[in-house]
């Protein structure tokens, strides 16, 4: 059976979504909406389907089983309740909402409805992540001591309802909760502004994990070079992924721990041989969208839950409280 599915809001992010909703197989992209009748006019052109200004117009006459909403933040609890109450599925571009008090909104229609409700943290799709996962449940490092990461770029003039935080850090925050298992316990930060007028354009972030490893956020939109990187040192090296090229490489711990635990000791560090794993490229996005429309297939559980984003949601505001309060903080479960 061919899944019909339709795009609210077609900047960068809805557009891509577009494009790889109308390559899919047993997928047929029937539409989609924006307020911009220049940018919805191209995306059909390009993609097909019908081309809407109203989006809820779109769902009563074109009846998608599922859609993506990828309109601004401050507008997806509008248009994910308007799509829930007619038991569309939806996959929302991340965060969840504006608010935490808004996600929960949207949580509680969507169990209310029946639908299934996802989340669009992308990373977790990326190929290096995933392997990276896999590498860590092998136990190939050994207990994780620490994890870095690095999200920086030039500033997007797109972003203006929302920081760096928000925007970018989101990601890190999911991708070392997804990695560990572990949930965030505490979170410190220093924030500043310097280009964005109304928002904070630099983080320097520190994490707690529940199980004592410690993370930091290295997030802003002020170098002139796009990095995206994650580092996870252990007791038997360090993981360093390369989100850009998909590359996962592992520098080993040449004074590697012996025994078994709990009995392992670790008597040391030193630098040993890197090995670069092989990683299957693909998109992010394709994999993302394919395990959407197979939860909606009940091939497998929704694998970014509302609750996942809700979660990520509150850690990124106590972020933000603690860059302006200059104080540790603990979030709220």
Not at 98 to 106: A, C, D, L, P, V
Not at 116 to 136: C, D, Q, S, W, Y
Not at 257 to 263: E, I, Q, R, S, Y
Not at 289 to 300: H, K, Y
């Amino acid at each position: 059976m061919t899944l019909k599915v339709a795009v609210v809001g077609v900047g960068m992010m809805g557009y891509n979504h577009a494009r790889v909703y109308a390559d899919m197989p047993q997928v047929a992209l029937v539409g989609v909406a924006d307020m911009s009748e220049t940018a919805v006019t191209e995306v059909t052109r390009r993609f097909g389907g019908q081309s809407y200004t109203d989006y809820q117009k779109m769902l009563d006459e074109l009846k998608p089983d599922a859609v993506t909403i990828a309109v601004p933040t401050a507008r997806h609890l509008e248009v994910a309740l308007k799509v829930i109450a007619r038991g569309i599925h939806l996959l929302i571009e991340k965060p969840i909402a504006f608010s935490e008090t808004e996600g929960r909104q949207i949580i509680a229609a969507a169990e209310a409805a029946g639908v299934k409700l996802m989340i669009g943290h992308i990373e977790r799709f990326n190929p290096a992540v995933t392997a990276l996962k896999e590498h860590l449940a092998e136990g190939e490092l050994g207990r994780v001591f620490q994890i870095d990461a690095r999200r920086q770029g030039p500033f997007p003039a797109r972003v203006q309802d929302v920081g760096v935080v928000i925007d970018l850090a989101v990601h890190d925050l999911d991708v070392m909760r997804f990695i560990t298992g572990q949930d965030v316990v505490r979170v410190y930060a220093e924030t500043e502004r310097r280009i964005h007028s109304k928002h904070e354009d630099l983080l320097t972030g520190l994490v707690r994990l529940a199980d004592n490893t410690v993370g930091t956020l290295t997030i802003n939109w002020l170098t002139p070079t796009k990095i995206r990187e994650l580092f996870v040192i252990g007791e038997r090296g360090m993981f360093r992924v390369d989100y850009l090229t998909q590359d996962l490489y592992f520098y080993e711990n040449g004074t590697n721990a012996t025994g078994d635990w709990p009995f392992r000791v670790l008597r040391g560090v030193s630098e040993g041989r890197m090995i670069r794993h092989v990683v299957a490229k693909r998109e992010p996005l394709r994999a993302e969208q394919e395990a959407f429309v197979a939860a909606i297939e009940g091939v497998i559980p929704v694998p970014v839950t509302g609750r996942d984003g809700l979660r990520v949601l509150q850690l990124a505001h106590a972020i933000v409280q603690s860059g302006q309060e200059h104080q540790a903080i603990t979030p709220g479960s």
